[in-house]
């Protein structure tokens, strides 16, 4: 009976894509985790679409705040079936659903964020945000003074470990007598305990204090202790002006643009992508006037390294217990940075 | 752990235990008068998001404040018109309340998401802010956490020393009796309710006005459900309250505090540590089973008169 049910519903999406492939414009949809009002994540890949949004001959839409799991199959279904030429889903839960959609769709491209599994019609991208976050902890070691940077993240999983790693590597790189303490709030969006988290840094001394969260909270909380702050997706210094240090941000309008462009010319093909720095995909926030000049053209110049290929995992990288991860002038591969579960010396806190 | 540390910590137990205190003391009145509210989570997160929208059109945090505790006592009000009206069943309406206030909150926040609204912040209490640990543990937060300082004592003034308690209380522990007696014991559960509604409101806008001044999906977090545990473990009076709620904003304040000084814990099991708490706190009062002073009519449906 379900193979039945699936089979009409293919027969059917099929008959709307072909009569929805009479009309001229491109159609994009969009799929996000949150609203995209957030200011955070998912805001910045609006900004993608609208730049997408902006071509010529493309339409797009998006559908916000999709629950991970058997909701997002169900939007993803759904925007198959409307005819969309291009879907994009912007959340690691959506990868299986996405997966299984692309099986009896194949001739949608699917486009997957931050995940690792690829079909003949479903490829997946990510951007190198730890280059941003290393210049981010050159800016945060420049400025602090008590030597003790705090740093809220979300969960212990690869991505948000690699950012950690990179930012006290670039805090070590101005100020090699400091240490970065780690609060894990379990969750990617919740302001109050986000908030109460860089409190308790606070208390303990920090005196700037960055995040891998959605919200603004830990902003605030710097804000109102008169301390720095690093934010983090988007500009954040709305909300915190005076604390508002600089922050590692998305730019997603030309990686999208530069999709779309492939798909309609023909040259799409499914692979696992992960720009960085160089390609604009990840930047850095202007940095606030309250940073020297000379720090400024330190991070600028290190940005241009980084751009030219200069990798920012390079050894000697003791772990947190001083045990010697990488040997002098080795570089890590993009598959132990993908799967890099360990601290590096300099980090106070722990994976679990 | 040293004093710096420690005080900060208490400070911020005080004001992690807020939210929960005015749901807490909210819910007690609601089941003093004999009706049980599962809506607690569901009526905090529509007052949140009144409070935050309210203070973001009007820039007035005060007019928020009353509109967070105004739509409480709106949500509260559509549990009483099924479990007093139609003499619904208590705890499948109050479980509804919270899914649809969770879901009403949700749709109509998602606009909201990323803004910063006005709202109350700390200030220092003239000379009591001054005295030395407790000025700054409990004398320098916003206005709202001084208004629950004196809450818990108004509450207990109303339900032992008013009429109006005294009568509130006989529904809730005898309906039949108390009707016999020419209590109103329907208005009595009514105003149980509305009275209790209004607290869990005003909890809800603490979250969006005074701990952030921001606006989220879920912003309540659970907090709803442990003020529904912690109304048991106060033994359903509002002095115990305090306690219960401070104990629990303690235990979220400490855990971070761990993390921060570098412990290596997994933060897994610290995160675990309220709803442990909640989980030893329900054994421990059902142990304690006899002398908790439950509503004896709690729950309990009055039929129309004949």
Known sequence: ?352 | MDIAILIPLLAATVQSGTPILYATLGEIITERSGVLNLGVEGIMIVGALTGFVVSLTTGNPWLAFFAAGAAGCLMAAVHGVVVLLFLGNQVVSGLAITIFGLGLANYFGTPFVGQAAPGFDPFALPILGNIPALGEIFFRHDVLVYISYLLPLAIWLFLYVTRIGLNLRATGEAPVAARAAGIGVVAYRWLGIIMGGFCMGCGGAYLSLAYTHLWTNNLTGGRGWIAVALVIFSFWRPQRAVFGAYLFGGIMAVQLRLQASGTTIPSSLLLMLPYTLTIAVLVFSSWRRGSTGEPAALGTTIEPRQ
């Open chain 1, 1 to 352: 009976m379900r193979r039945v049910c699936t089979g009409i519903v293919a027969a059917l999406a099929v008959c709307l894509f072909m009569g929805q492939a009479v009309a001229e414009d491109l159609q994009v949809g969009f799929v996000y985790v949150s609203p995209v009002g957030d200011a955070g994540w998912s805001y910045a890949h609006d900004q993608g679409r609208l730049a997408v949004e902006a071509m010529d001959g493309v339409s797009t839409s998006f559908v916000e705040a999709v629950a991970e799991g058997p909701d997002s199959e169900r939007v993803i279904l759904n925007m198959a079936r409307k005819g969309y030429d291009v879907i994009f889903a912007t959340s690691f839960g959506y990868m299986d659903p996405m997966l299984k959609v692309a099986g009896q769709f194949p001739d949608t491209v699917f486009m997957h964020c931050s995940g690792f599994k690829l079909a003949d019609n479903m490829g997946n991208y990510f951007g190198r945000m730890y280059q941003a976050r290393y210049l981010s902890g050159m800016v945060a070691g420049a400025m602090t003074e008590s030597n003790t940077l705090g740093y809220v993240a979300a969960f212990p999983i690869p991505e948000v470990i690699r950012g950690i790693n990179a930012f006290t590597l670039g805090v070590r790189a101005m100020n090699p007598e400091a240490t970065v303490r780690v609060v894990w709030t379990k969750t990617w969006y919740d302001p109050a305990t986000e908030k109460e988290a860089a409190k308790s840094l606070l208390d303990v001394g920090a005196d700037v204090i960055a995040q891998h969260q959605d919200s603004a909270g830990p902003q605030e909380a710097a804000q109102e202790r008169g301390v720095y702050s690093v934010g983090y997706n988007s500009d954040m210094s709305q909300f915190a002006p005076e604390a508002h240090l600089t922050a590692p941000i998305w730019n997603w309008g030309p990686f999208y643009v530069a999709t779309v462009e492939k798909v309609r010319s023909g040259e799409w093909q499914a692979e696992a992508t992960w720009p960085g720095l160089a390609e604009g995909i990840v930047d850095l926030a202007p940095i606030g006037d309250m940073v020297p000049q000379e720090v400024k053209d330190q991070v600028m110049a290190k940005m241009g390294a980084i751009k030219g290929g200069e990798r920012v995992f390079v050894g000697p990288i003791n772990d947190q217990d001083g045990v010697l991860k990488v040997a002098e002038g080795e570089t890590m591969s993009d598959e132990e940075l993908l799967g890099m579960t360990w601290f590096v010396e300099g980090v106070i806190g722990t994976t679990q």
